[in-house]
């Protein structure tokens, strides 16, 4: 009885402690914010027991809710953290163009057991060294080679969906798509042919599905950020996280003592003739990304190690992947709905490559493609991949608001930038909730913050002309092959860390009588 009655102590005095620790930590905190409305919290806990019973199929839907009764930003603590949310461009723009605010929110670190701090969660130094490494990957010349690829697979594509054009029966597209992005992406990145497309039931693949999904579900549920936390409640999530972790870093790692083995290779005998490995991999000699990294040097002239290039091909891999998996899928869905912007593409299609005889696929031909563009775009900003953005403050900053007015926003603040509210702002954008591609014009545009699916700012998307390139080829040869039509369930949105829909995208296809 003793032992309990001191064990009970022990655990009130641990507990009052706690308490007034966070008290004195987020005491400027609160002071600084105490003009932002904010959602009710109880003391200490703030609204964790909101964040525990917010199901991701419902995070947009209670999103919208709390905008609609507290406004374009808001706040809500969760422990001792301290999230401001907002819809509002302006602060858009003032985070996102900032030079030094680039670190990602605390909501991103339970994806650093599979991405480590590669492009996507590194900041400070090391951000901006992996990043000048990159960059050059993305160069004009090299996206050039890689449109062979895009044809290539996108060809493979239009077989695999002739088993679904009988012109009457609905169909999910979004699986089609999801392959032939993953062929891409791995083939151009890391030079590896996996055959997605013709192998559905590839381990790699599926694990970073299921992985996605249980992401966001801990993404919503902040305090399980921390993985001792995570570990400690949920331990049969944390063991099948594992699991699937050490499935796609198998496979990322054999790839890359691959591709390294062949580099020594051709140095060694200087012959660079050989194209292919002996073990049937399928690596190439034209592969930019993983090479740039197997041959790159950090500041201090030592190369990277292994795991410093498992963590950036695995990051580009899932971001060029899952990404562009969402924006062609919508953009598809969407096409099909509006028979009008299907017929203008078309048109435009012919008039480019041809109607009868099809011009070559090259970047000078793809960029014509003006209305195509516009109507990616206008699909990016109905249905964003990556639905919402965060920063951690790293030093206290001063905003500038148009409703609340000035403030600051206290170092260590997560700042969560709602993209899906903000790009369908009424007041921003007319009738902001219909499918219009021509409000995407040059001279509609009058800054590039307006509309950020890519985000914006020194920290955008490193890939997004490869995306843009990549989804017009498909485009291109999906629509020349095929006649869209507006059949099937409609959309009902969820989260799987990115953007998706809980009954697909679907609708049907035809087989065009000139394809």
């Known amino acids: 009885m003793v032992n309990f009655t001191l064990v009970l102590i022990f655990l009130v005095v641990l507990i009052c402690a706690w308490a007034l620790r966070i008290k004195i930590t987020t005491e400027k905190k609160r002071m600084l914010t105490d003009h932002i409305p904010g959602l009710p919290n109880y003391p200490i806990l703030g609204c964790v027991g909101l964040a525990i019973k917010t199901k991701p199929e419902k995070l947009l839907?209670?999103?919208?809710?709390?905008?609609?009764?507290?406004?374009?930003?808001l706040k809500a603590w969760v422990l001792d953290r301290l999230f401001i949310c907002t819809t509002n461009i302006e602060l858009y723009e003032q985070i996102l163009a900032h030079p030094t605010e680039i670190r990602k929110s605390c909501l991103y670190t339970n994806l650093k057991p599979w991405l480590g701090e590669g492009l996507l969660l590194s900041d400070a130094q090391k951000w901006h060294t992996r990043r000048k490494i990159i960059t050059p990957t993305f160069h004009f010349t090299i996206l050039e080679q890689f449109i062979e690829v895009f044809d290539r697979q996108s060809t493979v594509l239009l077989d695999c969906l002739s088993e679904r054009a009988d012109g009457k029966t609905p169909f999910d597209i979004m699986p089609y798509i999801c392959s032939a992005a993953t062929d891409i992406i791995t083939e151009t990145a890391m030079g590896v042919n996996v055959n997605a497309q013709t192998n559905k039931n590839m381990p790699?693949?599926?694990?970073v599905k299921e992985m996605t999904s249980q992401s966001v579900w801990r993404c919503i549920r902040a305090y399980l950020n921390n993985e001792m936390v995570f570990s400690?409640?949920?331990p049969f999530r944390k063991l099948r996280q594992n699991k699937l972790i050490k499935v796609m870093h198998k496979f990322t790692k054999s790839v890359i003592e691959e591709r390294r083995q062949e580099l020594k290779k051709k140095l060694k005998s200087k012959n660079a003739?050989?194209?292919?490995?002996?073990?049937g991999l399928g690596i190439r000699k034209h592969m930019a990304l993983l090479d740039v990294?197997?041959?790159?040097?950090?500041?201090?002239?030592?190369?990277?190690?292994d795991e410093d290039i498992r963590e950036e091909v695995d990051t580009v891999?899932?971001?060029?992947?899952?990404?562009?998996?969402?924006?062609?899928?919508?953009?598809?869905?969407?096409?099909?709905?509006?028979?009008?912007?299907?017929?203008?593409?078309?048109?435009?299609?012919?008039n480019i490559f041809g109607k009868n005889t099809v011009e070559p696929v090259t970047i000078t031909k793809l960029n014509e493609l003006k209305y195509m563009q516009c109507v990616i775009k206008e699909s990016l900003r109905l249905y964003p991949p990556v639905p919402m953005i965060g920063r951690e403050i790293t030093e206290d900053f001063h905003y500038s608001h148009s409703v609340i007015g000035d403030g600051v926003?206290?170092?260590?603040?997560?700042?969560?930038?709602?993209?899906?509210?903000?790009l369908r702002d009424p007041t921003v954008f007319q009738n902001s909730t219909e499918f219009i591609p021509d409000r995407q014009m040059d001279s509609f545009i009058t800054s590039p913050f307006i509309s950020v699916p890519f985000s914006a700012g020194p920290r955008n998307c490193i890939g997004q002309r490869f995306a843009m390139l990549e989804m017009k080829t498909v485009l291109c040869k999906i629509l020349r092959e095929y006649e869209l039509l507006p059949i099937g369930l409609d959309i009902k949105l969820t989260l799987a860390l990115i953007l998706r829909s809980e009954t697909g995208m679907q609708l049907g296809l035809k087989k065009r009588a000139t394809a």
């Open 273 to 279: 003739s050989n194209d292919r490995d002996p073990h």
């Open 204 to 207: 790699y693949t599926m694990a």
């Open 232 to 234: 400690i409640l949920h």
């Open 61 to 73: 839907e209670t999103t919208y809710e709390l905008i609609g009764k507290h406004g374009s930003i």
């Open 409 to 422: 926003l206290p170092a260590g603040t997560q700042f969560i930038m709602f993209l899906f509210h903000g």
């Open 293 to 305: 990294l197997l041959q790159a040097t950090t500041a201090d002239g030592k190369p990277l190690s």
């Open 317 to 350: 891999v899932f971001a060029g992947h899952d990404t562009t998996t969402t924006a062609l899928s919508f953009t598809l869905y969407l096409i099909s709905r509006h028979p009008e912007v299907q017929q203008r593409l078309l048109d435009e299609i012919y």
